[in-house]
């Protein structure tokens, strides 16, 4: 079965860093897509970086935009999101996403905090 496990998130300081991981399993890595989301109470599930198959291609979001760096590594079969100068804003579940053969999947959310 399709596995998604992040791992990474905590408490963290403004203008601090924190590096989240996504461990997957149970399809072909190499074929799909990637991508972190992320999500606030009352407010729509954000798409905050996407990466291609070959990671040839990348995108951010405005909000994150040279301050989170999303990678994969093809031989792990994981992908990973660096995350520096933390902001407040930047609190939320972040959410590993796979997408291949018209299908999308999830994993279950990792909590970053970002406060004084």
């Known amino acids: 079965q399709v596995r998604l496990v992040e791992s990474g998130g905590g408490l963290v300081q403004p203008g601090g860093s924190l590096r989240l991981s996504c461990a997957t399993s149970?399809?072909?890595?190499?074929?799909?897509?990637m991508n972190w989301y992320r999500q606030v109470p009352g407010k729509e599930r954000e798409l905050v970086a996407g990466?291609?198959?070959?990671?040839?291609?990348?995108n951010y979001a405005d909000s994150v935009q040279g301050r989170f760096t999303i990678s994969r590594d093809n031989v792990k079969n994981t992908v990973s999101l660096q995350m520096n100068s933390l902001k407040p804003d930047d609190t939320a579940v972040y959410y590993c996403?796979?997408?291949?053969?018209?299908?999308?999947?999830w994993g279950q959310g990792t909590q970053v905090t970002v406060s004084s």
């Open positions: 996403n796979a997408r291949f053969n018209f299908q999308s999947y």
């Open positions: 149970g399809f072909t890595f190499s074929r799909s897509a």
């Open positions: 990466i291609t198959r070959a990671g040839d291609f990348t």
